[in-house]
């Protein structure tokens, strides 16, 4: 074919796979441009229920922190926001103006003090009940221990309230694929069971394996491929997170 001849589209062909392409290039960098904005302790507002944000929620050592910062492609965001002795704080990052990523505190191994977990329920309960613009919330489970008693209470309580779940099994390299394939399968069996209406998914933060489909998962809840949906100005590298405020609403609630 001649160079300077025009070239005719084959849209059936050519097109979806640049779409998907470039729509997984734009939800990145929608997801890239992800900060730290304030850590909220129990008893202080949260900041301006509006716009919309997912929340994430497993067990303590789950990969929670791990798996956000695969998410947002950055290699210590949900760390930069780990204050010692503040293990009971909301942990909010800006996407842009309207869209946040929400990181709930971790809930304990099977042997914390009966009023720890209380405290840690009523905290987390409190903001699934309470928070309008909360449009899904990331379930982490181990692969190797899924469904421990605080998770079954965090899906009881998603089911309840309706709210939309996306189940996360991390860690899948420490077991072989067909362990994972098995755990995965024997997961969604249980939560079928359960009735729960939602989504469940392998995932290694160690070698990425599963964090598109996350990203994925999170572009639709936050409808971060809208055409509306803002880019938001990046702050200048290496500013902003470490001085970001402590908290950021006003005051008690
Ligand atoms: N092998 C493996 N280790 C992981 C993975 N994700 C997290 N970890 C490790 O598990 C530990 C807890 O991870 P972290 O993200 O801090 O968990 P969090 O307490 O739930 O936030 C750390 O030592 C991580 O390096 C993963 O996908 N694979
Ligand atoms: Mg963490």
Redesign the pocket.
Known sequence: MPGNQRRIPRPERARPASDAAGADALLRRRLRAARFRCAIPAGVALPPDEGAEVAFV?????????????LVDQVKL??VA?TPGRTRALNFFDLDARRRLV?LP?YGYAKVPEAERRAWAGLVERYLRSRAALRGVVL?MDVRRPLTPLDQTLLDWAVEMAIPLHVVL?????LSRGAAASALAATRRALARDGASLSVQL?????GSGVDALRRQVGVWLELLDDAAGDAPSPPAGSGQKEAPAQCSGGKD
């Open positions: 497993g067990r303590s050592n789950v990969g929670k922190s791990s798996a956000i910062n695969r949900a760390r780990r990181d971790g982490l991390t860690k899948s390299d420490k995932m290694s933060s160690l070698d």
